[in-house]
């Protein structure tokens, strides 16, 4: 079992950035990969950004390529969402999660932060 935080949402108008934290419990986070995860309202939950165990390997939704970056800091288990040139429509409630089954990364969920971009 694997506890996880968020942290790091908040109100940001269109164009600005936010770095979304993720602390895990225990001494196991460097085990699994992490996944960064969005709800927006009246939406399915979607994928955004997902990190594999060691940090090698990284993929992400083709509508924050270029903008967000994930990673991660297994000596403090933490996990990190750098989110740049934010979007209006990126507003929603941002999530992350841990897996063992690459690219799954569903088995452990946190509670989810707040993060609203303004226009």
């Known amino acids: 079992q694997v506890q996880l935080v968020e942290s790091g949402g908040g109100l940001v108008q269109a164009g600005g950035s936010l770095r979304l934290s993720c602390a895990a419990s225990?001494?196991?986070?460097?085990?699994?990969?992490m996944g960064w995860f969005r709800q927006a309202p009246g939406k399915e939950r979607e994928v955004v950004a997902r990190i594999s165990a060691s940090g090698g390997v990284t993929l992400y939704a083709d509508s924050v390529k270029g903008r967000f970056t994930v990673s991660r800091d297994n000596a403090k288990n933490m996990g990190y969402l750098q989110m740049n040139s934010l979007k209006s429509e990126e507003t929603g409630v941002y999530y992350c999660?841990?897996?063992?089954?690459?690219?799954?990364?569903?088995?452990?969920w946190g509670q989810g932060t707040q993060v609203t971009v303004s226009s």
């Open positions: 999660a841990v897996g063992s089954r690459w690219p799954r990364t569903d088995d452990y």
């Open positions: 225990g001494r196991t986070f460097s085990s699994y990969h």
